[in-house]
């Protein structure tokens, strides 16, 4: 029935809608959600201009202790880097710009999200 309530989303796939939503908003082009890539996986692959943007998001509730980005470490990163190379390679185009950026998302009980963009997080 068209008053049925949609099941909420998982928390991290909630976390991954507002931080594309975000980003859109923003100027990005939304490329691909959850891309698979060898056993990495990238979150958010975007476009903004000339640059092709690899986007790890992190969602926390607010009650959580640690912000969200503080979980993207060094073993983190490197799956990233290996999943932008195995990405990198399968296109046409070499000598493409790329950067890797993080979106924090932390869920309030009510109200807004607070999202944080930081660009160029790590080389």
């Given amino acids: 029935m068209w008053w049925t309530r949609t099941p909420k989303l998982p928390l991290g796939a909630r976390g991954e809608r507002l931080a594309a939503r975000y980003l859109w908003l923003r100027g990005y082009t939304i490329l691909e959600r959850n891309l698979r890539l060898g056993k990495n996986e990238i979150d958010l692959l975007a476009r903004k201009g000339d640059t092709v943007v690899f986007v790890e ?25 290996n999943a932008a190379r195995v990405y990198l390679a399968k296109q046409e185009t070499p000598g493409t710009y790329y950067r890797f950026d993080v979106v924090s998302v932390v869920v309030p009980d009510t109200g807004k999200a607070q999202i944080t963009h930081f660009p160029d997080a790590f080389r």
């Fill in 57 to 81: 998001v992190k969602t926390r509730l607010r009650s959580e202790a640690s912000a969200p980005e503080d979980s993207v470490g060094p073993t983190k990163q490197q799956h990233i880097r």
